[in-house]
């Protein structure tokens, strides 16, 4: 049998298959291409081209895709072959450098928010040449952006790699002050912890919810759900187990390094994490495990749910952001270094992104915002919707040493002088952890903990790269041609303290009273994606965003509607549902089982003469008044629901939908999950929570 160490990337083009099959010269054109950026040359696209068809038809592939990650949030491919007819009635497989670069899918279909009129309807794709062609069944897939004709980006790569460029440029400037000019690039890394719920197919197939909206709209709570704590790292079933064998192997395969699996808070919840990789690579990354944890489920008989909020009364599903700036050469700029001169880099960095996310928290908020999310955030399972930073205690007490001109503790009563030479050595503190915040500082890292386990990581690591990147073009301009650059930074380090330390805090997240304090101090909390997409296009969004060029001013607007879009969609969907649900299923259900306890307390009668004892009629009359609440409130759901349907501009719609439709589906689902809690589970349409969550 093979070894993973055999089979790990093995269906991968990467760096050892093109050192191994291309050229020289070639490999060496497309490293500068990959590694620094350099325009890649036609005769060098075709050279690479040639060698991937020969790698992958060796494989077995016959077709190629473009890849790529359209406005959807989900991946697109479109195949075509490698075939192409020989004069002698036979075909031989081509695939030009052409092909290789660029693509021109119709996709009228995707989401465009008015960028793009469907009569010039053909986006074209281009190659992605810093993350790695794969193969995916007999598919040779590569990489690629999205962009319409005119250049604006349809796709959530392309300001992914915009933003990875601002940052890598503004980095740099900061370095060079600090005499480390011979960084060629500065990397993003992340490391994305994936949650997600698997439940047995044949439940899943009985509930319309869980097909049409990827969560149960009903469900009264299980008697079990993880009050006992003793799911989170629980020994993992044998079903589980063998699902997540065949996922590592799989995932394996595609070179992403899967890493860690153990079972999460609540029952049924699994948590995978990969070795961290660059975000670009990350991301790709990610976006084909929530794919392939979906289809290696499919074999095992279970359905593998990436919804943010499946069940109701138990966790929802995240997914933990690990965010770290590195050089090129290695080093780490969010690790405290081991000298007071590399001390003083750290903290400016860290700095940067203090004040990033002080400034750009709304960004952040957006970044997250789904339907799906609004779940989520602020339920006491998941960071509020409130952004903060955590620092430990240790950092903390720098910055306040630092802003107050007093001695910091751990230094022999030294002044916390930036003088690069007076700065003290701290220690990463790693037993530090709090678990409620929204952005902690990890020892070496960030780890932001707001995305939703379904989002695409790409969204919340342009927002913070370029928030970040913007805080370090701040510094640099103020700090490029100083005289004294040590007093010039220890006074920017200090204002950047007290400016932003309101964004600072190491308590309990999931407190009432922080909600209450960091309104106090002036942070926003956006509860919903209706209350916050709309500031996605504020004047110093907008301006910050465009002039770093990660966005086009068009290119906000765009996704601005469709976010909202897809919230109203997703809303209405589910809000329908609910409606047939109730209509077609519960209330019939809860009817019949009604009329069978009444007939048997006829029955009684008829028997003994008695009265009908209290049990049949209590529950007669309860069940009745339960179905006359269903049918209203049934009735009431529909009424808002077409009233917001009707509504034209989206993002009053969404405004609507968040006011209206919400809360009566709310109502609709209490009436129901009651008269569940009532009927003989035998007349019970649909699987309950106890079956779905302990049916593994
Ligand atoms: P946790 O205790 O939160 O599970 P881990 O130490 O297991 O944290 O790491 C979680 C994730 O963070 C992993 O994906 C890991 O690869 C990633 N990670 C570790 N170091 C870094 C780093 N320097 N930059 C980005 N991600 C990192
Ligand atoms: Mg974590």
Known sequence: METVKEYFGSNVFDDRVMKAMLPGNVYASLRETIDEGKPLDVSVANAVAAAMRDWAVEKGATHYTHWFQPL???????????????????????FSGKELIKGEPDASSFPSGGLRATFEARGYTAWDPTSYAFIKGKTLCIPTAFCAYGGAALDKKTPLLRSMETLSLQAKRILKLFGNASVKRVITN????????????????????????????????????????DHYFGVIKPRVAAF?????????????LAKTEHNEVAPAQHELAPIY??????????????????????????????????????????????????TDAGQNLLSPGETPYENAQFLLFLCAVIKAVDDYQDLLRISVATAGNDHRLGANEAPPAVVSIFLGDELTAVLEAIENDTPYRGTEKTQMKLGVDVLPKFNRDSTDRNRTSPFAFTGNKFEFRMLG?????????????????????????????????????????????????????NGNGYDDAWLAEAEKRGLTNYRTTADCMPHLLDQKNVDMLTSLGVFRPEEL???????????????????????????????????????????NAARKKAFDGSLPCSYEAKLVSELSALTDEIALKTDALEKAVSAAADVADVIKQSAEIRDTVLPAMDALREACDTAETLTDKKCWPFPNYAELLFGV
Request: charged letters at 25%; glycine letters at 6%; proline letters at 4%.
């Open 244 to 256: 997540m064998e065949e996922l590592n192997d799989e995932l394996w395969k595609l070179g992403i």
């Open 453 to 505: 386990s379904s989002n695409s990581i790409a969204c919340a690591n342009i927002m913070l790269n370029a928030a970040v990147a913007e805080s370090l073009r701040i510094y640099a301009d103020r700090l490029e041609g100083v005289e004294d650059f040590e007093t010039a930074l220890h006074d920017m380090i200090k204002k950047t303290i007290k400016d932003h330390k309101r964004i600072l805090f």
């Open 557 to 599: 607007t765009s996704r601005c509607e469709i976010m909202l879009e897809n919230y109203c969609k997703t809303i209405l969907i589910e809000a329908r549902t609910m409606v047939s649900m109730a209509k077609t299923q519960i209330a019939p259900a809860v009817e019949g089982f009604t009329a069978d306890v009444a007939q």
């Open 190 to 229: 992340v490391g994305p912890e994936q949650e997600y719920f698997l439940v047995d197919k044949k439940l899943y197939d009985q509930r319309p919810d869980l097909r049409l909206t990827g969560r149960t709209l009903f469900g009264a709570p299980a008697p079990k759900g993880q009050e006992m704590d």
């Open 277 to 326: 990789s660059t975000v670009n690579v990350a991301t790709d990354h990610n976006q084909l495990t929530m794919e392939i944890m979906q289809k290696v489920a499919a074999r095992h008989g279970l359905v593998c749910l990436l919804h943010e909020k499946p069940f109701a009364g138990v966790n929802g599903s995240g997914k933990h952001n690990n965010w770290s700036i590195t």
């Open 72 to 94: 959807t949030g989900i991946t697109a491919e479109k195949h075509d072959g490698f075939i192409s007819p020989a004069p002698d009635g036979g075909v031989i497989l081509e």
